[in-house]
């Protein structure tokens, strides 16, 4: 089975702070794949960043940086230094091996204060 | 530009009534998606189809009707036995290109349907 998990339902900040979104999923494959999205007030979701199973470097792109530790299940997201325009809900989400379709988490609602 | 369309935006409609929301891509991708999202619940999968004329049930297909006659369309059909309709739908789309590729998902702007 496979199973997102995104424990914070909101998260509020002022302007500058850095946050982290958590994420922890669940699977029995061996391969598989994350992805985190973001979901602005307009409602279209957008992707963000994209880890297979067997690559646990971390990113960093901009202000985003991301934290993929298989020992923990865990794919967090940091926003470094974050702004108004950061406010969004975050979606973390899964693929297994097989094709076809993601496994999202219940997402994270940001809201980032001036 | 290549991307997702999803037509109309906000969409009206009396109970009872069957109701086709539109999802059309240009991106040449194989696989097309369609989520329900309500108000703190994530999104949840309908329908999904990996090559024209076939698709496969998602989590919440009772209600909902689907058919993918070609590869740049996957029309969902809301139908009167869907006990709550009123969501905001997405639609997506993947390239299909062997399961240990990523395929990730690219979304249409989405469609908010509420039935008065």
């Known amino acids: 089975a496979q199973k997102v998990t995104q424990a914070q339902t909101e998260i509020s900040v002022v302007e500058k702070e850095d946050v982290t979104l958590d994420c922890v999923y669940e699977?029995?494959?061996?391969?598989?794949?994350l992805f985190w999205y973001k979901q602005p007030p307009s409602g279209e979701l957008v992707f963000l960043i994209r880890?297979?199973?067997?690559?646990?470097q971390n990113e960093i792109s901009g202000r985003y940086s991301w934290n993929f530790q298989k020992s923990t299940s865990s794919f967090n997201f940091t926003i470094t230094a974050s702004q108004v325009v950061d406010s969004a809900v975050y979606f973390c989400?899964?693929?297994?091996?097989?094709?076809?379709?993601?496994?999202f988490g219940r997402g994270t609602q940001l809201t980032v204060w001036p | 530009d290549g991307g997702i369309t999803q037509s109309p935006k906000y969409l009206f409609r009396k109970e009872g009534q069957n109701v086709t929301l539109s999802c059309e891509q240009n991106?040449?991708?194989?696989?097309m998606y369609w989520y329900r999202q309500d108000p703190g619940q994530g999104l949840r999968l309908i329908y999904y189809?990996?090559?024209?004329?076939?698709?496969q049930k998602g989590d919440i297909a009772e209600g909902y009707s689907v058919s993918r006659e070609k590869k740049e369309s996957f029309p969902l059909t809301v139908t009167s036995a869907q006990k709550n309709p009123t969501a905001f739908y997405l639609c997506?789309?993947?390239?299909?290109?062997?399961?240990?590729?990523?395929?990730?998902?690219?979304f249409g702007p989405g469609t908010r349907l509420t039935v008065l």
């Open positions: 997506a789309s993947s390239t299909s290109t062997g399961a240990s590729s990523y395929n990730e998902q690219f």
């Open positions: 699977t029995r494959d061996t391969t598989y794949y």
């Open positions: 880890r297979n199973s067997f690559d646990e």
């Open positions: 989400a899964l693929r297994g091996s097989t094709l076809g379709r993601l496994y």
């Open positions: 991106l040449n991708h194989d696989a």
């Open positions: 189809s990996q090559i024209v004329n076939d698709f």
